[in-house]
């Protein structure tokens, strides 16, 4: 009963995604990390593609070229490194531009498989003149509007201007506070604009959730840190603070239960 149950749900509502699946082996699990190591844990987890960050603690800014090199010769799968200059908002100077693009350069230089960004006007448009010459940069490489879209009130207006700018992908919790919270959202713009751009959930995503979120949105991929506190030693007057580091234990936990969902789909085909 709970099997067919749930089969239903994909076949119906998202024959997109019922179609991915199957043609396709699994659903892509993207995460997100900020050093070598989370990117180590990552890939031995069975992660599909990294976000790679510096300070996610404050939703994520632009790596050092350093770090992306030392990721890239550890890993083997597709790396997509932020550019965010600052926290807060998304409205930037015209100096904040121009930094942005120069880092996009230098990223991109150093091997970078995609640039994720988002920079906005001050009525909630997209910054188009930035977004387009990113997009000319990245040439083929993928170009990925990050969580700015989630603080937009049209954003069916931002998602078309970003498919004129031959955006690969967007980041979206679908304005709420997690994508479980805006699965809805998610699903509609997915429904009406899923053939042209890519809609990646993230926020909130979890193994036990990873499942549900894929079947709520009928979205192919999910972003999730699946991170855990690593508490700090002290030594003298020096400390080492604690961080959240990625753990292959959870990246492995989603990784498994997306593909225990595939395999019941393909028992079920």
Sequence with gaps: MIVSFSFAIVAEPYPLLAAYLNNHTRILLEVCVASVDDAVAAFRGGADRLELNFAIELGGLTPSVGLLEEVKRAVSIPVVAMVRPKPGGFHYSAADLRLMMRDAE???????????????????????????????????????????????????????????????????SG?????????????KLNEHFGKQIELLPGSGISSENAVDVVLATGCTQIHGSFSRLQTGQFTGWLRNENRRATSQQLVAATRAALDSRERMIDSLG
């Design 175 to 187: 304005g709420r506070d997690t994508a479980w919270e805006g699965r809805e959202q998610i699903a």
């Design 106 to 172: 230098m990223l991109l230089a150093a091997g970078a498989d995609g640039i994720v960004s988002g920079a906005l006007k001050e009525d909630g448009t997209i910054e188009d003149t930035y977004w387009g010459s990113l997009k000319r940069k990245s040439e083929s490489r993928e170009l990925i509007f990050h969580r700015a879209f989630d603080v937009v009130s049209d954003q069916r207006s931002l998602l078309k201007a970003l498919i004129d700018l031959d955006t690969t992908r967007v980041l979206t």
